[in-house]
């Protein structure tokens, strides 16, 4: 495809459940992000890649947090043992340039639900 | 990262020009203005951005004030699909990440 691809679009889990979301960015990006957006809010920084190396985790809100990206491709959000706290839009995006006057792409979102 | 000031909310009326203002006034030299936009349900998507110059592009233009502590985003002629969120952020030449702030949500009156 040609945009940015998330998935599971809606994932609904139990408290205390592990999740994973995926993003498969534009092809040829380098640059990968990861945001969160809570109901009414609005966006939180979480995790910046540059190829498979992740120079910036600052905004990871937990250890229960972590995120992998394979190939300079695909990436991996994991949310261990989930809280309700971390109900939310998850949002990825992909940028051809890590500089600051590179356009971010964004995909549609994982939406989140602990229950 | 420098800080923006936007208004919360605006209003406007459909196929009249809406002026989106943003105060930077601790923007440094190599900071670019950038403006996303988060229509209902979507991710963001970018609009446009600049660094001294005023920027014009398919969706928007970009007015820059002279001593940079400010910025103008003019979309010329509003439509219903224009009602978003939009967010003036700075971000530094080299910076890695885009920190988004709370943003203007603007409605479109038809």
């Known amino acids: 495809g040609a945009g940015v691809s998330q998935s599971p679009s809606n994932k609904v889990t139990e408290k205390g459940k592990d999740v994973e979301l995926r993003c498969d960015p534009i092809?040829?990006?380098?640059?990968l992000y990861w945001y969160r957006q809570s109901l009414g809010q609005g966006l939180e920084f979480l995790i910046y890649?540059?190829?498979?190396?992740?120079?910036?985790k600052s905004g990871l809100p937990s250890d229960r947090f972590s995120a992998e990206r394979t190939g300079g491709s695909v990436s991996t959000l994991t949310i261990q043992r989930t809280q309700q706290e971390d109900s939310a839009v998850y949002l990825c995006?992909?940028?051809?340039?890590?500089?600051?006057?590179?356009?971010?792409?964004f995909g549609e979102g994982s939406r989140l639900t602990v229950l | 990262d420098a800080k923006t000031t936007q208004p919360n909310s605006m209003e406007s009326n459909e196929e009249e020009p809406v002026h989106l203002p943003c105060n930077h006034s601790?923007?440094?030299?190599?900071?670019?203005i950038h403006w996303y936009r988060q229509l209902p349900s979507q991710g963001p998507e970018y609009v446009i951005h600049g660094l001294t110059s005023n920027v014009n592009n398919r969706m928007a233009s970009l007015a820059i004030a002279e001593d940079r502590k400010s910025s103008t985003l003019i979309l010329h002629r509003a439509t219903l699909r224009d009602a978003a969120v939009y967010y003036c952020i700075l971000r530094d030449w080299g910076a890695q990440k885009l920190v988004f702030g709370q943003g203007t949500r603007l409605t479109i009156n038809p």
């Open positions: 601790t923007i440094s030299g190599t900071d670019y």
């Open positions: 092809s040829g990006h380098t640059a």
């Open positions: 890649f540059q190829g498979n190396s992740a120079p910036d």
């Open positions: 995006a992909s940028s051809p340039s890590w500089t600051g006057t590179g356009e971010l792409f």
